[in-house]
Each structure stands twice: as C-alpha cells, then as structure tokens.
C-alpha cells in the first residue's frame, strides 16, 4: 500500500528526513512515533503531495506521490494537526 525508497527532504544544509525506506502492505497498522523534530511531519507532508522530496521516492497504492498527486489523494485520508485551509 505504502512504499518509500530512500526519501529524503533537504532545507538548505538542514536533512529533515535522511534516506527513509519503508514498506506498509495493506491491511498492515504502522504507527510513526519520534521526538519533536525528527522528520515525522516532514514525512507525511511529502507522502501526501504538500511537499515534494529532495530526493527518493513514494508510492501509494501504487501511485507515485509525485507523478500521480490527485490519484494518491483519492486514495488517502489526512487529517493535518493545524488545518491550513
């Protein structure tokens, strides 16, 4: 369902998520838990589309986050902490 290949978000020489590799099948319940500022925001945001990677790679349900953002969206939902609407 989920699959991510060594994505990475770079902020200038600040590394906010370093080489994420991660693979959630369906029907699978993964809970994302770390300290304030260890990229778990940061990795949601670029799974959703908000934020594209510096580098790596992410699907869902088979869809590249990048190339197929709309297809991604229909098949997540997300519930952001601060609505910025």
Known sequence: MIEVNALTKKYGNLVAVS???LRINPGEIFVYLGANGAG????I???TG???PTSGSAT???FDVIK???EV????GYLPDEPFL
Do not use: Y
Not at 40 to 43: H, P, V, Y
Not at 73 to 76: L, N, P, T, V, Y
């Open 19 to 21: 080489e994420l590799n």
């Open 40 to 43: 778990k925001t940061t990795t």
């Open 45 to 47: 945001k670029m799974l």
């Open 50 to 52: 908000l934020l594209h």
């Open 60 to 62: 869902i349900a088979g």
């Open 68 to 70: 197929f953002p709309l």
């Open 73 to 76: 969206k229909k098949a997540i």
